[in-house]
């Protein structure tokens, strides 16, 4: 299991983002991935790297199809190999 979490911005397209953040949140679950939005970036729970990139493509595309003409993506993933992990294995483990 595939833990990561992802910020886009989308540039040129004002001061807020909730509109973009909304709509990669929709596709989110449309494609029934498990996540949990975060002040600064929206945490994602996957099975493979090629689900994982195939999401944020599928982000991206999202954007696009909203108009934004350019998108910086930033990503951190976390795979482990010695135990399983979900996000909420990962909340608990920090106590919340």
């Not at 199809?65 to 909420?88: A, N, P």
Request: hydrophobic fraction near 40%; glycine fraction near 8%; proline fraction near 3%.
């Amino acid at each position: 299991m595939i833990v990561a979490d992802f910020s886009m911005i989308p540039m040129g397209s004002g001061t807020s983002g909730s509109t973009y953040v909304r709509a990669v949140h929709d596709l989110l679950r449309e494609l029934d991935v498990k996540f949990v939005p975060g002040p600064m970036s929206t945490a994602v729970q996957t099975e493979s790297f090629e689900e994982l990139f195939k999401l944020i493509e599928r982000a991206n595309q999202r954007l696009g199809e909203m108009g934004v003409q350019r998108i910086i993506t930033s990503i951190r993933i976390d795979y482990r190999l010695d135990k399983e992990i979900t996000i909420q294995s990962k909340l608990g483990a920090t106590g919340k």
